[in-house]
């Protein structure tokens, strides 16, 4: 009878659990989460935005419930006879840990401050082993670490109201080798993405003996692993060199006749396709490397053949067929997963920005069974002041995100041209992202540096007249910080998410 009685519970929670990935949340705790540089307060009290209705909370440890609100009043969070009381931080920010909870259904959660209480109504208590099941089935490794399943699951639960601000090589700044980023400097806030390249990691002459490119692959794999250790998001791209000289990834630098080979040489039975495994072999070495303090392999977002869709990268549109980029795409995935059992990447198909319709987006897409993330890199829409175009874009990929279980992204961004605009940050990209329907998971902007346009400050540095427009775009209801994130890689609460899924 205990048994029976069990099993309805348990069946109960799984349909629960499955029945909230069908439907898409109304926030209960307001509207959009602002960002937390430094020690900015907010009058709003708030949680953070993966607790919902109908969430599913584990069983098996404790749970965090954390969120936002007026520095010094006392937040009371209430659950299945347990009470947990704090006061809310000088940072405006709160958090209470609730002891571990036997399974149930249909319990409510209250979440009380001075300025008001928020309720979570059809809240399940669950263990979370067949939950993450349930996640990695969504992705293209159902195989995936439960760290990177989590932090597929929690980035789609952020994305229906925030946005994650990150930045290409962050630690690298034009003025000053402190090892403090920009971001930090100007917002009181370090990036919530921290991006890296495989470039010289799989260079030719990274060749297993002590040299700058292998002190560069030992550098990256540290950043990256203190970045997870922190909480950030790490995400790979890969300028790759050609595979024939080795000297370039642009395509207009190499002889007419390889550039027009490259690309198909990799495939299965290509003349370069045993040198590409032995790239993406060392790839595997890397992610593989790539670890917290505890021991725990840290997911990466990898997005491979970026830009595909122009002609300045040697895998772009000129150099070879859709079908070829589809195999390629599919094998790259399938060796790295299968063949080298690498189970802590998301895939992130990320063109350019040339597509104008869904149709056009998906010309070379590889299909869903290859790709966790879809988005796009874009310099020249913001450069010809073409924010409605950005923004039509923006909704086609969030758009395909909620109806194919994806994560939505803006892969690459950056503003190239001098001078720059003095409202570059709200009126560009914070209008860009104007509609609250949208729903991507991160933004990352180039490294700063010299570029062939002059000196450019993709982030400004505190004394930059664009400052105060950063900070009042980093301040607004839908960019977070590293700040404004907590525990990706744990789950939580297992939230609605989108149709589809």
Not at 379 to 394: C, H, P, Q
Not at 434 to 442: K, V
Not at 454 to 479: H, I, Q, W
């Amino acid at each position: 009878m205990n048994g029976d009685r069990r099993t309805r519970q348990t069946l109960q929670i799984l349909a629960l659990f499955f029945l909230s990935l069908l439907t898409v949340s109304a926030a209960a705790s307001g509207e959009g989460l602002p960002v937390q540089p430094g020690t900015h307060r907010t009058e709003v009290f708030r949680t953070a935005p993966i607790f919902s209705d109908g969430m599913v909370l584990p069983s098996d440890r404790a749970v965090t419930v954390w969120g936002w609100g007026v520095a010094g009043e006392k937040v009371t969070v209430s659950i299945a006879r347990q009470q947990r009381t704090t006061s809310i931080a000088a940072d405006a920010t709160w958090q209470v840990t609730l002891a571990a909870m036997q399974p149930a259904v249909d319990l409510t959660m209250s979440v009380a401050s001075d300025s008001g209480t928020i309720t979570y109504a059809h809240v399940a208590v669950a263990k979370i082993k067949p939950l993450l099941a349930g996640v990695c089935k969504q992705l293209v490794d159902p195989l995936a670490t439960p760290e990177t399943a989590a932090l597929f699951h929690n980035l789609k639960l952020y994305s229906r109201r925030n946005t994650l601000i990150g930045q290409q090589d962050p630690e690298v700044s034009t003025t000053e080798q402190s090892g403090e980023t920009d971001m930090h400097r100007t917002t009181g806030s370090d990036p919530a993405v921290w991006g890296s390249d495989f470039m010289h990691i799989t260079h030719k002459q990274n060749n297993g003996q002590k040299n700058w490119f292998h002190d560069a692959q030992e550098q990256i794999i540290r950043r990256a692993s203190t970045a997870y250790d922190r909480g950030m998001v790490n995400v790979f791209c890969w300028h790759f060199h050609e595979p024939y000289e080795q000297k370039t990834f642009n395509a207009r630098e190499m002889p007419a006749p390889l550039r027009q080979k490259a690309f198909r040489s990799l495939l299965p039975g290509g003349e370069n396709h045993n040198w590409y495994k032995e790239k993406l072999q060392k790839i595997a070495e890397v992610v593989g490397a790539i670890r917290g303090q505890n021991g725990t392999l840290s997911p990466v977002i990898f997005r491979p053949f970026h830009e595909f869709d122009g002609d300045w990268f040697w895998w772009g549109k000129p150099y070879c067929s859709a079908q070829e980029f589809r195999d390629c795409w599919r094998f790259t995935v399938q060796y790295l997963r299968d063949d080298l059992q690498v189970h802590n990447l998301l895939y992130a198909f990320s063109p350019d920005c040339h597509f104008k319709s869904e149709q056009d987006y998906l010309e070379r897409y590889p299909g869903d069974a290859y790709v966790d993330v879809v988005g796009f890199d874009d310099y020249s829409d913001f450069e010809g002041n073409r924010v409605g175009a950005v923004a039509k874009k923006l909704a086609i990929v969030s758009t395909y995100a909620k109806q194919h279980a994806k994560l939505a992204a803006l892969t690459e961004v950056g503003y190239r041209q001098q001078p720059l605009p003095t409202r570059l940050y709200t009126g560009f990209y914070g209008a860009a992202f104007a509609d609250p329907t949208l729903e991507i998971a991160f933004l990352m902007f180039w490294r700063q540096g010299k570029q062939a346009k002059g000196e450019s400050y993709f982030v400004p540095v505190p004394a930059a007249e664009t400052a105060d427009d950063f900070l009042k775009f980093a301040n607004g209801p839908r960019p977070l910080f590293l700040s404004g994130v907590k525990n990706l890689y744990s789950i939580e609460a297992f939230g609605r998410m989108a149709a589809g899924q």
